[in-house]
């Protein structure tokens, strides 16, 4: 009984080496599709480990490394953790190979002379930079649409030992791409676009009617004043004119007529008469029309 206990002890011993700290691992806010199928865009722990005491490493040495891990996997890495070659219990290529693989693996973050705390910018980490690669520790591609959990350590590179951690991130579900062909036309579409794209489908419409009818109206406006500009001007051409489409038409002789020497002297219009025009003296700025 007592050398079940030690040895329980022992197990428990490197585990409380190592501390864990009040930060919880965050999408980065702000960047540009910070969560994809296959990546994922994590704000770095500035200021996290900053305040350890008793290392055994200085920030130059320091390293921070972010473990990767299915949801359901998260257990399996805390079991793991304890054993001195945790780096590379899980590597990558083998990571999510199969049914018996671990489900996590571990990536460097960098130094933690690299993390000033307060940061005057914006500190982002992105997992699945490498793309589909193949060394242990590489930075690779996550399960597409997967659900996943992130931790970040502060481990002494010098004997690779397991100084500090942080807590695990809520659970962050990857995007499952969908099949050519299937589904709603508008699921890419927000409803806030589809609204947009009516109001000024819309809009375009009524300026086009609007541009119509105007068109119409300034058309018929100028052939109609091209029409009574024409029936003006001609009226001071024509002396006299038969009122034919009175009951009993009579000849009418046009007081606003004006003689203009590049037409002839000659009425334009039938007359039912002959006439001349004969100035009166007395009266010169009259003209009046007799019957000869």
């Not at 933690?112 to 193949?134: I, M």
Request: charged letters at 15%; aromatic letters at 8%.
């Amino acid at each position: 009984m007592k050398s079940y206990i030690v040895f329980c002890l022992i197990c428990m011993l490197p585990k409380s080496i190592s501390a864990q700290v009040a930060c919880t691992p965050t999408t980065a806010p702000g960047s540009v599709a910070n969560v994809t199928s296959n990546s994922v865009i994590l704000q770095l722990p500035n200021c996290c480990f900053n305040n350890i005491t008793g290392v055994t490493c200085n920030p130059n040495t320091c390293q921070i490394w972010l473990v990767a891990s299915l949801d359901t996997a998260a257990g399996t890495f805390d079991a793991d953790q304890s054993n001195p070659g945790f780096l590379s219990l899980s590597p990558y290529p083998s990571a999510f190979l199969n049914n018996s693989s671990k489900n996590y693996f571990l990536t460097s973050a960098g130094l933690l002379s690299a993390l000033p705390c307060p940061s005057s910018t914006k500190n982002n980490f992105k997992v699945g930079k490498d793309g589909q690669c193949s060394t242990a520790n590489c930075n690779g591609v996550l399960p597409v649409g997967a659900v996943t959990r992130f931790k970040y350590l502060l481990v002494d590179a010098a004997n690779t030992k397991l100084l500090a951690e942080t807590q695990w991130s809520d659970s962050i579900a990857l995007y499952t791409p969908k099949t050519p062909g299937t589904g709603d036309g508008f699921a890419g579409r927000s409803g806030a676009m589809v609204v947009i794209t009516a109001i000024l489908s819309t809009a375009i419409g009524l300026l086009l009617l609007l541009l119509l009818i105007g068109c119409l109206l300034v058309t018929c406006s100028s052939g109609k004043t091209k029409e009574q500009i024409s029936t003006f001007r001609e009226s001071f051409r024509i002396p006299r004119y038969d009122t034919h489409n009175l009951k009993n038409p009579s000849p009418y002789d046009n007081l606003a007529y004006e003689r203009d020497t590049k037409y002839a002297t000659d009425a334009t219009l039938p007359k039912t008469a002959a006439m001349t025009v004969v100035v009166v003296p007395s009266d010169a700025d009259n003209i009046k029309m007799q019957n000869i």
